[in-house]
């Protein structure tokens, strides 16, 4: 059998206003509840289920002032998609960047002949947004 992955867990202060915001920047479907996740099904078979802090799994994703540990999650969309979830971006008002440090704000990229942006969730994670994979040497 082929290793493919199945889901992730994101880790959130609070957890339904995180699984909200995604759904809604991302264009989701509605999320279905499995057990204390919230789980957000993305268009290739991968579930990113959202946990709420207090049921974090051994403190996996919080720091030890019980903060959440910032993660990055990328997204490879189309361009369609793109300029919907970049609209929604701006649409918020939501800081955004052109790179993953985050020095080049209020600017997308055009890296390996795609487009992409980073901004960040709810709880500090930054998310990418981008239409084409990188190329790897």
């Known amino acids: ?61 919080l720091g030890a002032d019980g903060t959440v540990t910032p993660q990055h999650y990328a997204f490879l969309v189309d361009d369609h998609e793109f300029d919907e979830i970049f609209a929604r971006i701006q649409d918020r008002r939501l800081p955004y960047w052109g790179d ?19 901004f960040d969730d709810p709880n500090g994670h930054s998310i990418e947004v981008m239409t084409a994979p990188y190329e790897m040497d």
Do not use: C, K
Request: charged residues 20%; proline residues 4%.
């Open 1 to 61: 059998m082929a290793i493919r992955l199945n889901h992730t867990v994101l880790t959130a202060l609070d957890r339904d206003a995180t699984a909200e915001f995604l759904i809604d920047i991302l264009g989701l479907e509605p999320s279905r509840r499995y057990g204390p996740f919230r789980v957000l099904q993305l268009s290739n078979d991968i579930t990113l289920d959202v946990l709420g802090s207090e049921h974090a799994l051994n403190g996996a994703g």
């Open 100 to 118: 993953p440090f985050h020095r080049h704000a209020g600017v997308t990229n055009t890296w390996y002949g795609g487009r992409g942006v980073y």
